[in-house]
């Protein structure tokens, strides 16, 4: 989490064409967890996932469309302004991350992943250096006859991008060239066939990586090692107690600051579960799941100081927070804004 310039804001993603207001940004208060929306802005359609430079100046997001692209904003007193055009990356960008020197976006249609150069001024150069196309299917008959990028991001050293595709059940590690733009597909590691891995969440210490599995609620526990760039899975750990008849679709993951805790969001059961983990393997042992305060969370955020958790809920569209019980983890609703098709929220 980044706490840059605007200390006292977040940024929501939505869906403008289901109705959200695109980038809406809010006030934080950090004592008690509480968003109060300022402003918002629909320059880019469908803004549905957010990052914030380090300096906390400019944001990025995707645009989630069929067309895809990535925009970058000027962060203001005022709210983000749209700073130079749309960046075409590939369909349907999900998801994506800084790195060396650029922007990494992961597209879900194209199954590939973008990386688009940065200027010194951090806005975004007019195409990308690199897109790296992903290959291979998986069992589901629907959802894994292609390859499906669903998110990117830099690992914990810095050192690699680290990207999970749901339609090839895999993890890919990738090393990026900053001076010449190449991307490079660097180790690919195959995860159990079918269970579609929609997001990751590295540990604080940086040595396990938690994949979570949208086709099946699970996190898959690996072990990652930045000194060769390697993944290797260690156990596969269900998100419910039982799995509901009807849809449970896990969405987002995210561990807290200091590494004891890990949250999971599951769709249509619309619960958020609760993870104690292991100081010595780094194995989660689920403990609890509470409802989400709404319906379809599409991500969770956590705070920079790990004391509230966020659930950016889709179709009822509004973003929950929560305060977190510092010695079970356990969250307890502490609040609700309005938030149409809401989709993402970060700090900065």
């Known amino acids: 989490m980044v706490v840059g310039r605007h200390a006292a804001r977040a940024?929501?993603?939505s869906f403008t064409a289901a109705g959200g207001r695109g980038v809406t940004t809010a006030a934080f208060d950090a004592d008690t967890g509480a968003l109060t929306v300022l402003s918002s802005t629909d320059e880019v359609a469908d803004?549905?996932?957010?990052?914030?430079?380090?300096?906390?100046?400019?944001?990025?997001?995707?645009?989630?469309?069929?067309?895809?692209?990535?925009?970058?904003?000027?962060?203001?007193?005022?709210?983000?302004?749209?700073?130079?055009a749309p960046v075409p990356v590939g369909s349907a960008p999900t998801h994506l991350a800084l790195h060396a020197g650029h922007v990494l976006a992961a597209n879900?249609?194209?199954?590939?992943?973008?990386?688009?150069?940065?200027?010194?001024?951090?806005?975004?150069?007019?195409?990308?250096?690199?897109?790296?196309?992903h290959t291979g299917t998986g069992p589901?008959?629907?959802?894994?006859?292609?390859?499906?990028?669903?998110?990117?991001?830099?690992?914990?050293?810095?050192?690699?991008a680290v990207g999970v595709d749901l339609g090839t059940d895999s993890v890919l590690v990738c090393a990026l060239d900053a001076a010449k733009g190449d991307l490079t597909l660097h180790r690919e590691v195959?995860?159990?066939?079918?269970?579609?891995?929609?997001?990751?969440?590295?540990?604080p210490r940086g040595d396990r990586a938690y994949v979570l599995n949208e086709l099946t609620p699970t996190v898959t526990v690996c072990a990652w090692g930045a000194a060769d760039g390697t993944v290797e899975p260690l156990a596969e750990v269900p998100v419910l107690a039982e799995v509901p008849d009807g849809d449970a679709y896990p969405s987002g993951v995210v561990v807290a600051p200091d590494g004891r805790f890990l949250w999971t969001a599951t769709r249509g059961a619309d619960v958020i579960s609760v993870f104690a983990l292991d100081g010595e393997n780094g194995l989660p042992r689920l403990t609890?799941?509470?409802?989400?305060?709404?319906?379809w969370p599409r991500d969770l955020a956590v705070d920079p100081s790990g004391r509230y958790l966020y659930a950016a809920n889709e179709r009822s569209g509004n973003?929950?927070?929560?305060?977190?019980?510092?010695?079970?983890?356990?969250?307890?609703?502490a609040g609700s804004v309005e938030a149409p098709a809401a989709s993402c929220v970060i700090f900065g």
């Open 288 to 295: 609890a799941t509470v409802p989400c305060g709404g319906h």
């Open 11 to 13: 940024y929501i993603g």
């Open 319 to 333: 973003v929950t927070w929560f305060a977190v019980d510092p010695a079970t983890g356990i969250p307890s609703r």
């Open 108 to 133: 879900y249609g194209s199954g590939s992943v973008a990386a688009v150069p940065l200027r010194a001024d951090g806005t975004l150069a007019a195409a990308p250096s690199s897109v790296l196309r």
């Open 190 to 203: 195959a995860l159990r066939p079918g269970s579609g891995p929609r997001h990751l969440a590295f540990s």
């Open 47 to 84: 803004p549905s996932y957010l990052v914030l430079s380090p300096a906390g100046d400019t944001l990025y997001a995707v645009s989630e469309t069929a067309e895809g692209a990535v925009a970058a904003y000027r962060v203001g007193d005022d709210g983000p302004r749209l700073a130079g």
């Open 140 to 160: 589901h008959p629907q959802r894994q006859q292609g390859p499906h990028a669903h998110q990117v991001l830099a690992d914990p050293s810095g050192r690699w």
